[in-house]
């Protein structure tokens, strides 16, 4: 079992940055794909980003490219979303997701996934 806990949420202006973290406990952490996902309301879950076990190699979905950086420290058990030139488009419920095996886009091949933090952003 891993229990993931999100927090760095907020409510920011158009333009601002956030850092999102996730805390994991339970079995190797570095045993996992990390992901994160989110979801506005009234839509599906939608990939932003994911990190392999090493961190070495990672995969964002097109509409954060160059804005959302996902990274990773095993020896604490965190992953993090760095979220720069925030749009409101970005507001959403952010989950951080943990699967093992490959890095995947789809939100329902991870095995664990956390109760998620809100993202605001006015514009």
């Known amino acids: 079992q891993v229990r993931l806990v999100e927090s760095g949420g907020g409510l920011v202006q158009a333009g601002a940055s956030l850092r999102l973290s996730c805390a994991a406990s339970?079995?190797?952490?570095?045993?996992?794909?990390m992901g994160w996902f989110r979801q506005a309301p009234g839509k599906e879950h939608e990939f932003v980003a994911n990190?392999?076990?090493?961190?070495?190699?990672?995969d964002y979905a097109d509409s954060v490219k160059g804005r959302f950086t996902i990274s990773r420290d095993n020896a604490k058990n965190m992953v993090y979303l760095q979220m720069n030139s925030l749009k409101p488009e970005d507001t959403a419920v952010y989950y951080c997701?943990?699967?093992?095996?490959?890095?995947?886009?789809?939100?329902?091949?991870?095995?664990?996934r956390g109760q998620g933090t809100q993202v605001t952003v006015s514009s």
């Open positions: 990190i392999n076990w090493s961190g070495g190699r990672t």
């Open positions: 997701a943990a699967k093992i095996g490959y890095g995947s886009q789809w939100y329902g091949n991870y095995d664990y």
């Open positions: 339970g079995r190797t952490f570095s045993n996992y794909v």
